[in-house]
């Protein structure tokens, strides 16, 4: 690939956002470089006592329908398509009477911030592009001999080449340009797209699309030998990317995924009814607790497993305060995420110059509705995300025995930590806290039994003299299939079960809790987590 330098001798502006507008503007001009614009743009470029031509006088022809035709015209899209060095182009552009337009700078309607705002239906059509998007694909499509810029952040890499290659811009230079221009307006549409499926409440549209905007390239994926990087989408829910890292190193994609699920699964805990603690390790909670204040939840949480909470994330429901700070600097973390910090907090974390402590303002709503997705060979797989609540569901008692109040609010408490488990899911707990997790497995009957395997080595590093599993509850994220799975909850110490129900054999797991004496009671909702 050679230079092939192009001189650039027209621009057109047009951008909504007009952060560093005018000094890009007087830099295109003192390269000799014509402006041409639209509306509000010319009307800035203007004020700031630049000569510009208004897109109107190159046309031909007035803005018109409130702004909506202004740049959808010949002059227009054939000084950008049109090919320099072909001959037969560059006679139409004579007899036509088109000058070339050598950069194209249009950063597009505000539409993702415009829905953000919770704006109407009809404001938001309006801040749907047209004009933009056609000049940027054209541009992006003759990027041979057009350069294209898209947002703000690449002026400095045009006015560089310019002034660097005598007024011109470099082949490379140009083609980077229009793969970003095409992700741009890619992503935009996706944005409209999705929003359009929302407001029709269409759950399987015949094309899915989604965009988003790089917040960091990753040293690695989840292997070394994998490349990752870490994209926004318009979805502006609280969490690992909207925070503000405050201290530490940068985030790992390991990081980002575990921290994530950390911080989705604090979000069942309403930070107005308790403090709550969640230790994850590998995407899954090995440590969840409430208590009486932060530093109160997180020992409970830390005491169910803290082999593996060595090395893992921290949630909390509310601001890290001083005392807690101090217990989590004991062990070593790698994240940290939380609402706020004291300013005393986080300089105690200042201490552990790569422990990263993250504040992401509010708590995700679990009630929220929204989309995940992972990819499969060929295809996405897309689903609505899993935004039922404990607190939404009515716990209907299918045993002899009902669960003490004690029982029930354990049962609450470990269904609302199932649904954040990967399954096959077992979850022990007792006084609000969990005593023992069995994550993942292909039997139920071997996640109860490694769940109950860790509660007896908390007990021994603890020692107790029996694990906190004697006189806990048990919840399964989905129905026992036989009653051995249960049984062997029960053979761990369990008195009350929840779990969903629904299964062929579900008289002979209630009968056989029957015969034990155990409380069990059904959701009729289901937690898988793969």
């Not at 989408?233 to 190193?249: C, E, I, M, N, Y």
């Not at 995407?283 to 005491?303: H, Q, S």
Request: include cysteine.
């Amino acid at each position: 690939m050679t230079d092939h330098p192009r001189r650039v001798t027209r621009a057109l502006l047009s951008v909504s956002d007009k952060t560093g507008l005018i000094e890009f503007a007087k830099a295109l001009a003192a390269h000799d470089v014509e402006l041409v614009s639209t509306g509000g743009t010319a009307k800035a470029i203007a004020a700031a006592g630049l000569k510009v031509k208004d897109v109107s006088d190159l046309t031909g022809f007035p803005e018109m329908m409130d702004g909506r035709v202004k740049t959808l015209h010949p002059k227009v899209h054939g000084g950008l398509l049109a090919i320099r060095d072909n001959k037969e182009h560059a006679e139409a552009m004579k007899a036509h009477g088109i000058a070339p337009i050598d950069l194209l700078v249009v950063n597009l309607y505000p539409f993702e911030a415009t829905v953000d705002k919770g704006a109407g239906f009809e404001d938001c059509i309006e801040n749907i592009d047209i004009g933009g998007p056609a000049m940027i694909r054209a541009a992006a499509k003759n990027h041979d001999d057009v350069a294209v810029v898209v947002e703000a952040e690449d002026y400095k890499a045009v006015l560089d080449e310019l002034a660097a290659n005598k007024g011109a811009t470099t082949l490379k230079l140009r083609r980077r340009l229009a793969a970003k221009a095409y992700a741009r307006t890619a992503a935009y549409d996706a944005a409209i797209s999705n929003w359009f499926n929302r407001q029709l409440e269409i759950d399987a549209p015949d094309f899915r699309a989604f965009g988003g905007r790089l917040i960091q390239s990753l040293r690695y994926g989840e292997n070394p030998h994998q490349t990752a990087a870490f994209y926004a989408t318009p979805d502006k829910r609280p969490g690992v990317s909207t925070a503000r890292q405050l201290q530490g190193k940068e985030l790992s994609y390991n990081n980002i995924n575990d921290t994530d699920a950390a911080y989705e699964c604090i979000g069942e805990f309403d930070a107005k009814r308790t403090a709550a603690c969640v230790i994850v390790k590998h995407a899954n909670p090995c440590g969840v607790a409430e208590g009486a204040n932060l530093v109160d939840a997180y020992r409970k949480a830390l005491a169910c497993d803290s082999t593996s909470a060595f090395g893992g994330i921290i949630a909390m429901n509310r601001a890290l305060d001083a005392d807690t700070a101090r217990e989590i600097t004991k062990i070593f973390t790698e994240v940290i995420i939380a609402p706020d910090a004291s300013e005393e907090a986080i300089a105690i974390i200042g201490g552990r110059k790569n422990l990263r402590l993250l504040l992401a303002g509010s708590l995700p709503d679990p009630r929220a509705p929204g989309l995940t997705a992972k990819t499969v060979a060929g295809g996405l797989l897309v689903q609505s995300r899993d935004n039922a609540v404990v607190d939404d569901m009515t716990f209907k008692v299918v045993t002899k025995r009902a669960p003490t109040d004690a029982e029930m609010r354990d049962l609450k408490f470990a269904f609302r930590v199932a649904k954040h488990v990967k399954s096959n899911t077992i979850i022990y707990a007792k006084d609000l806290a969990t005593v023992g997790i069995g994550a993942g497995q292909m039997s139920r009957v071997d996640s109860a039994r490694i769940a109950a395997r860790k509660a007896q080595d908390a007990a021994n590093e603890l020692k107790l003299a029996e694990p906190l599993t004697k006189g806990s509850v048990v919840a399964s994220d989905a129905f026992f299939p036989f009653a051995d799975g249960m049984l062997a909850c029960i053979e761990a110490g369990a008195t009350a079960v929840v779990q969903p129900g629904g299964s062929m054999r579900d008289d002979e797991v209630i009968k056989a809790a029957d015969e034990h004496g155990i409380a069990m009671v059904f959701t009729g909702t289901r937690h898988f987590r793969h």
